[in-house]
Nanobody, 123 residues
Framework: QVQLVESGGGLVQAGGSLRLFCAAS????????MGWLLQAPGKNREFVAG????????AYADSMKVRFTIPVDNTKNTVYLQINSLKPEDTAVYYC????????????????WGKGTLVTVSS
C-alpha cells in the first residue's frame, strides 16, 4: 500500500502563489508516476499534472501549463504543486495521486489517492 498525504492548502488571495505538498509513504517505487488532480465545487475531478519520480518527464493539462508546475523531490518522497497567479476559479480540492505503471498522464489509471487539500482563492 501507498499512503499519500497532501498539505499546503488554505485561503489565499487572488494573484498570490501557493505550494502544495504530497508526502508519499509505504510501498513507493521509483517506477511510479505521481500527479495532481483538482475538483472544483460542483464540477468533475480533472487532471492537473503528472511527473515521474525522477522528474525527467512531466505532463500538464493544456489549461494548467502556464501557472502550474509539479516539482518533485524523490529524496523526500514528496511531490509538489506550485500554483502562481492564483485566480478565484482555482478554488478546489487538490488531490495527489499515484500511477503504479509510471504513466505521467495519471488520470488514465490511478492506483492511490490522497484525501485532498482545499484551496480557496478570494477575489
Amino acid at each position: 500500500q501507498v499512503q499519500l498525504v497532501e498539505s499546503g492548502g488554505g485561503l489565499v488571495q487572488a494573484g498570490g502563489s501557493l505550494r502544495l505538498f504530497c508526502a508519499a509513504s509505504g510501498r513507493t517505487s521509483s517506477n511510479y508516476a505521481m500527479g495532481w488532480l483538482l475538483q472544483a465545487p460542483g464540477k468533475n475531478r480533472e487532471f492537473v499534472a503528472g511527473i515521474t519520480w525522477s522528474g525527467d518527464s512531466a505532463a500538464y493539462a493544456d489549461s494548467m501549463k502556464v501557472r502550474f508546475t509539479i516539482p518533485v523531490d524523490n529524496t523526500k518522497n514528496t511531490v509538489y504543486l506550485q500554483i502562481n497567479s492564483l485566480k478565484p476559479e482555482d478554488t478546489a480540492v487538490y488531490y495527489c495521486a499515484a500511477n503504479t505503471g509510471g504513466n505521467i498522464w495519471i488520470n488514465g489509471g490511478i492506483n492511490y489517492w490522497g484525501k485532498g487539500t482545499l484551496v480557496t482563492v478570494s477575489s
